[in-house]
Nanobody
Framework: QEQLVESGGGLVQAGGSLRLSCVAS????????IGWFRQAPGKEREFVAA????????LYIDSVKGRFTISRDNAKNTVYLQMTGLKPEDTGVYYC??????????????????WGQGTQVTVSS
């Protein structure tokens, strides 16, 4: 079972920024698309953004476009989620995951098999 490790969460005021990191094994990082997801209290986990390993193409949900940026650091086997202009509705546990079924980026959790343990992001108003 592949493991991914997230870090970088915390408490920030509305309008602030955070950068989340997701470290994967070399094999996972170079083979699979990596996605970021979040889960707010009492809500289902939702897709936030993803990046493909082959060409670094990206996909975002509409609510974070222009505010969040997903990127890869090949030397560090790390995928980042740079979050700016944070809003209280961005609060939740953020997870990264590797998509082992297919490489097409979709606005869903489908195909993501390997998950990290999550990191808490809290945005105060």
């Amino acid at each position: 079972q592949e493991q991914l490790v997230e870090s970088g969460g915390g408490l920030v005021q509305a309008g602030g920024s955070l950068r989340l990191s997701c470290v994967a094994s070399r094999r996972t990082f170079t083979t699979y698309p990596i996605g970021w997801f979040r889960q707010a209290p009492g809500k289902e986990r939702e897709f936030v953004a993803a990046i493909r390993a082959s060409d670094s193409s990206t996909l975002y949900i509409d609510s974070v476009k222009g505010r969040f940026t997903i990127s890869r650091d090949n030397a560090k086997n790390t995928v980042y989620l740079q979050m700016t202009g944070l809003k209280p509705e961005d609060t939740g546990v953020y997870y990264c995951a590797a998509k082992t079924t297919g490489t097409l980026l979709l606005l869903s959790l489908w195909g993501y098999e390997y998950w990290g343990q999550g990191t808490q992001v809290t945005v105060s108003s």
